[in-house]
């Protein structure tokens, strides 16, 4: 095979599963985050908090991502309730990304949403993070404008 031949060929996604994270996590969690100083108590705080649910897309390789979910139940002018699950992060180990290891992810991510019968699923990506912005939208999701922020 010529260097051309292998530079064009696609790298094959790893095998993965995607399961639910614990405390048993913590370390490996630490390891997929850009800030090491402030890794821990980012990962405490996510794994203590009975809102948010962790899954990780496990390989032989150990743990290649997470992502963080948030379930928020909404109240309806109706009268009724609604739930929205909103992604509070995602990350892939730098260094396996570009591989679909985050569209699998997402997919098991949404899939979990479903099966608890969320109504939406929800990201916020800064305007800053325009390769996160085409993560989610080529996954399908799509802009929507009717959320108010103040600076706190
Ligand atoms: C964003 C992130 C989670 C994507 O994970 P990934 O495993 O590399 O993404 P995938 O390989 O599953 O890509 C799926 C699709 O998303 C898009 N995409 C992914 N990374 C992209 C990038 N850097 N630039 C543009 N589009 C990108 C592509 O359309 C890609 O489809 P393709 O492979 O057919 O081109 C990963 O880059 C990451 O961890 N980034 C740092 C943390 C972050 O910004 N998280 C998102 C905000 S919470």
């Given at each position: 095979?010529?260097?051309?031949?292998?530079?064009?060929?696609?790298?094959?996604?790893?095998?993965?599963?995607?399961?639910?994270?614990?405390?048993?996590?913590?370390?490996?969690?630490?390891?997929?985050?850009?800030?090491?100083?402030?890794?821990?108590?980012?990962?405490?705080?996510?794994?203590?908090?009975?809102?948010?649910?962790?899954?990780?897309?496990?390989?032989?390789?150990?743990?290649?991502?997470?992502?963080?979910l948030v379930t928020r139940i909404v109240p309806r002018?109706?009268?009724?309730?609604?739930?929205?699950?909103?992604?509070?992060?995602?990350?892939?180990?730098?260094?396996?990304?570009?591989?679909?290891?985050?569209?699998?992810?997402?997919?098991?991510?949404?899939?979990?949403?479903?099966?608890?019968?969320?109504?939406?699923?929800?990201?916020?990506?800064?305007?800053?993070?325009?390769?996160?912005?085409?993560?989610?939208?080529?996954?399908?999701?799509?802009?929507?404008?009717?959320?108010?922020?103040?600076?706190?």
């Amino acid at each position: 095979m010529s260097i051309a031949d292998a530079e064009i060929k696609p790298v094959a996604p790893p095998a993965i599963r995607v399961r639910l994270a614990g405390p048993r996590d913590s370390d490996a969690l630490c390891d997929l985050l850009d800030d090491p100083k402030h890794a821990r108590e980012q990962v405490m705080t996510w794994l203590a908090n009975p809102a948010m649910t962790l899954l990780v897309a496990q390989s032989e390789l150990g743990v290649l991502g997470v992502a963080v979910l948030v379930t928020r139940i909404v109240p309806r002018p109706e009268g009724s309730i609604h739930k929205v699950v909103e992604v509070d992060n995602l990350v892939v180990r730098a260094d396996q990304r570009g591989r679909r290891i985050g569209r699998r992810l997402l997919a098991a991510a949404v899939e979990w949403s479903r099966q608890r019968r969320a109504v939406q699923v929800e990201a916020f990506v800064g305007d800053v993070n325009r390769d996160a912005k085409r993560f989610y939208e080529s996954f399908g999701f799509a802009k929507s404008s009717d959320r108010l922020v103040l600076a706190a």
